[in-house]
């Protein structure tokens, strides 16, 4: 039996990546930019024996078939042809945060998985082989393999690090509005949002320019304009959501709720700033001095499960055997 057990840490959209350029490659229409989290964290370990009978996935302790089953298969078929290995594996997988809520588990899930798959099959490859791997499952995954701030431009195979984790000690609070898995997978809102939305197109004609805007002040460690550009491309992002036919909506009512409270603390000179994926979950981008306070505020707010405080993360890793 040949095993490798990797850490992968989950990672927050600055400037958002919603929409296909390739769909069959899984390349993105739009080029986006990232922030590794220190917190919500994946760790999967793989093992391939000729005494397995099929591929079997373990997900927070409990068997798995279907869909995710799939989805794993599919990656370990692409490390098995590319080490031209036949034999099947067991995976177990475990993420410290809620799975399939909108809370980034399939990028840190199918990093880690791609890293102990390709290194449990023998093959030595560096990181962008490895996101490249990861990003034909899942796009967001191909960001998680570095640490800090990271960008996968449109059409790219593989992510690249803008600066590390240690260029702008930044804090994300990562604000828990519901429990259970979300009704509609992103890989599906986005192709529905795609064919559905009159409003697609003009969310990839503007994307480029607030990446570019998201890049500028992170590069310059500028909070103002990295929140407002930030803020802009998740809404705009689900703008091109709401339209689509049917909607695609994530908002719950605690959703707006948090969106309002954040604006009317920046309204006091509080510096904070929100960005959504494909959840009612709301991350607020703030600063050192205000995180601590900003937590326990919207602690306080009726709907708001838990406020965790995350900082600038690490690369994914494989631990020692
Ligand atoms: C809203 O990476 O989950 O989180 O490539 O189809 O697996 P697939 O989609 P996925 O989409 C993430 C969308 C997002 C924004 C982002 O992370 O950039």
Known sequence: MSRSTVVAHSNIALAKYWGKADALRNLPAVPSLSLTLDRLTTRTEVAFDAAFERDELVLDGAPTLGRPLERASMLLDRVRALAGLREHARVESRNDFPTAAGLASSASGFAALAFAAARAAGLDLGFGPLSALARASSASAARSFHGGFVRLRAGAEEAEQVAPAEHWPLRLLVVQTARGAKSVGSTSGMQHTAVTSPYYPAWVASAPSVF??????????DLE??????????????????????????????????????TAQRARGVPA??????????KVLTDLGHAESLATHLRGLEGVHDVTIASPGPAARELAP
Request: some cysteine.
């Open 273 to 282: 700033w929100c960005t959504m994926d494909a959840g009612p979950h709301v």
């Open 212 to 221: 570019a805007e998201v890049e500028r002040a992170v590069l310059a460690r």
């Open 225 to 262: 304009a990295l929140g407002h550009a930030a803020e802009h491309s998740a809404l705009a992002m689900h703008a091109s959501m709401l339209a689509a036919r049917p909607a695609v909506v994530y908002f719950a009512p605690i959703t707006l709720r948090v969106l309002h409270e954040v």
